[in-house]
Nanobody, 120 residues
Framework: QVQLQESGPGLVKPSQTLSLTCTVSGGSITTSYYYWSWIRQPPGKGLEWMGAIAYEGSNYYSPSLKSRTSISRDTSKNQFSLQLSSVTPEDTAVYYC????????????WGQGTQVTVSS
């Protein structure tokens, strides 16, 4: 059973960088052909895919967030991380990490989600 767990600060100040980590257990992030995604849901809005890192390390980003987003991984810890720079209150959301078996936007495992609020 694969499990994902998000971790990171719940409060970030405007203009700072939001950093979150997803720790994966029960399966390796280097196993073919899985893609490991970050998805967020602002209050009152739908889910927004932010980007992903593939099993071999390739990155994929949402065009609308690409200039501010970086996704990396630590294979020794079986973790992947999100950095979102220059945050504003509009980046307030519940942030999820999830596994996508086919890079098709269909996720078979999700983390529980973590609330991040951008406020001074």
């Amino acid at each position: 059973q694969v499990q994902l767990q998000e971790s990171g600060p719940g409060l970030v100040k405007p203009s700072q960088t939001l950093s979150l980590t997803c720790t994966v257990s029960g399966g390796s992030i280097t196993t073919s052909y899985y893609y490991w995604s970050w998805i967020r849901q602002p209050p009152g809005k739908g889910l927004e895919w932010m980007g992903a890192i593939a099993y071999e390390g390739s990155n994929y980003y949402s065009p609308s967030l690409k200039s501010r987003t970086s996704i990396s991984r630590d294979t020794s810890k079986n973790q992947f991380s999100l950095q979102l720079s220059s945050v504003t209150p509009e980046d307030t959301a519940v942030y999820y990490c999830a596994r996508d078996p086919h890079r098709a936007g269909e996720y078979d495992y999700w983390g529980q989600g973590t609330q991040v609020t951008v406020s001074s």
